[in-house]
């Protein structure tokens, strides 16, 4: 993935590549969060679909993968429980 660069104008404003109004769904009127973070500035399009407006926030965190993880457990565990009661 090439990384894409807008310029601020005189009057604070940026251009959102169209790659990304495309994908994030971001059309005139879209608000946007900038979210202050310890490394940079995170850009959120707000949705009213909250798991629209989450997509791509926790990407690389791994979080996922626990998740997958803990529900593979669970699952394994409630086998086991089905196991004994018969």
């Known amino acids: 993935m090439k990384n894409i660069s807008s310029k601020v104008t005189s009057k604070g404003q940026i251009v959102i590549p169209k790659r990304f109004r495309e994908k ?3 059309i005139p009127s879209t608000v946007i969060q900038w979210i202050e973070k310890e490394d940079g500035i995170l850009i959120v399009p ?3 679909d909250p798991i629209i407006s989450a997509r791509g926030m926790l ?6 993968d626990a ?3 803990e529900k593979k457990l669970e699952k394994q565990k409630e086998n086991k429980r ?3 009661v018969k």
Request: charged residues 30%.
């Open 24 to 26: 994030y769904r971001i």
């Open 67 to 69: 998740y997958l993880q």
């Open 46 to 48: 707000e949705s009213d």
């Open 82 to 84: 089905i196991a004994r």
């Open 59 to 64: 990407e690389g965190s791994g979080i996922l």
